[in-house]
């Protein structure tokens, strides 16, 4: 009866079967997303106890008050985030200074040797002639956008020992750091001009011996002839020339022919212009400019027209500063030995 009654029983209603608990059955966020699983979203508190005897859901219990933070733990939080952050992007920005300074660094010193190394060029374009110990690279560029002949350039990876010789050395920081069988040319030369400076400078080297006791008796050669014709009034010369004269700062070639030059009559020295590079490397001036009076332009060209070498000047004309005259670069020593009393 009883088990009769069981089974007579009247089916539940939806409402019943409605509130009556699935057991076992859960599904995640992950198995709706099908993404694996993933944090639950949990329930409120009391969805897990069982309904009411009268079929009721229990009430969940109440949430917990949120923590109530004071004024001072606040600002205490936020000044440790804003110093933390403060610190994080101090660091960044000083990372990122040290890193724009090196590049910046780097580029600057290969700006500055880049253009020294133009200036020299230059200078050997106007002033040298014969063969140049350069680097690889300078010999690479001179040839192939510069149009120089090769057989005018001497690398110093294709020479050894004593067959590494020629007139000029261009002296870069590459052939210094790295100048190979090319060291002995260096340090056997010595320099007529330089351009830049410290490590980035690039030096022009004319080859031959030039001991420091030897350019010491040449400078006080060429300071006491330099007195002698300021003191024989037949040279008239401003104050900053004069020192010139004085102070050994002038071409000895100058000089001598200078001296035979007055022995006609007075002469005008408007001024001894500096050359490129030159008085960086202490070599002496080796350009006058004369007075057109009381000379004329004319004197003056038949006078250093017929000067035989080493006195012969690269040019001799006028100009409109006056009369120019330019000797080579690298004066022979001891050009001055009987005209010094030496």
């Known amino acids: 009866m009883n088990g009769a009654r069981g089974s007579d029983a009247a089916p539940a209603s939806a409402d019943e079967r409605a509130r009556a608990p699935v057991p076992g059955l859960r599904v995640t966020l992950g198995d709706?997303?099908?993404?694996?699983?993933?944090?639950?979203?949990?329930?409120?508190?009391?969805?897990?106890?069982?309904?009411?005897?009268?079929?009721?859901?229990?009430?969940?219990?109440?949430?917990?008050?949120?923590?109530?933070?004071?004024?001072?733990?606040?600002?205490?939080?936020?000044?440790?985030?804003?110093?933390?952050?403060?610190?994080?992007?101090?660091?960044?920005?000083?990372l990122i200074g040290a890193v724009l300074l090196g590049v910046g660094m780097a580029q600057g010193k290969d700006d500055a040797e880049g253009e020294a190394r133009d200036q020299a060029i230059q200078w050997l374009r106007d002033f040298g002639s014969g063969q140049v110990i350069v680097d690889d690279r300078t010999r690479t560029e001179l040839v192939g956008r510069a149009g120089w002949a090769p057989d005018r350039l001497v690398s110093p990876t294709t020479c050894a020992g004593d067959r590494c010789r020629a007139e000029w050395v261009l002296s870069t920081p590459t052939l210094r750091n790295d100048a190979g069988t090319a060291g002995g040319a260096i340090s056997d030369s010595y320099p007529v001009a330089v351009f830049g400076t410290g490590s980035s400078r690039v030096e022009v080297r004319r080859s031959g011996l030039e001991p420091v006791q030897a350019r010491e008796a040449e400078r006080r050669a060429r300071a006491v002839v330099g007195e002698a014709l300021l003191d024989s009034g037949r040279v008239e010369a401003d104050e900053p020339t004069r020192r010139l004269f004085t102070a050994g700062r002038v071409d000895p070639r100058i000089l001598a022919t200078l001296a035979g030059l007055i022995s006609g009559g007075p002469v005008r020295v408007v001024g001894l212009p500096?050359?490129?590079?030159?008085?960086?490397?202490?070599?002496?001036?080796?350009?006058?400019?004369?007075?057109?009076?009381?000379?004329?332009?004319?004197?003056?060209?038949?006078?250093?027209?017929?000067?035989?070498?080493?006195?012969?000047?690269?040019?001799?004309?006028?100009?409109?500063?006056?009369?120019?005259?330019l000797y080579?670069?690298?004066?022979?020593?001891r050009l001055l030995q009987g005209l010094a009393g030496s």
């Open 32 to 94: 709706l997303r099908g993404t694996g699983p993933s944090p639950r979203v949990p329930a409120p508190r009391g969805a897990d106890r069982p309904p009411r005897p009268d079929g009721s859901e229990p009430s969940p219990s109440p949430a917990p008050a949120p923590s109530r933070l004071s004024g001072g733990t606040l600002l205490t939080r936020a000044w440790t985030w804003l110093h933390q952050d403060r610190v994080l992007l101090v660091s960044i920005a000083i």
């Open 274 to 325: 500096a050359l490129p590079g030159e008085d960086a490397a202490d070599q002496p001036r080796r350009q006058i400019l004369l007075a057109n009076s009381p000379k004329s332009p004319a004197e003056f060209r038949a006078y250093f027209a017929v000067q035989q070498p080493p006195y012969q000047p690269v040019s001799a004309a006028d100009s409109e500063t006056g009369f120019r005259v």
């Open 328 to 333: 080579p670069p690298a004066a022979p020593s």
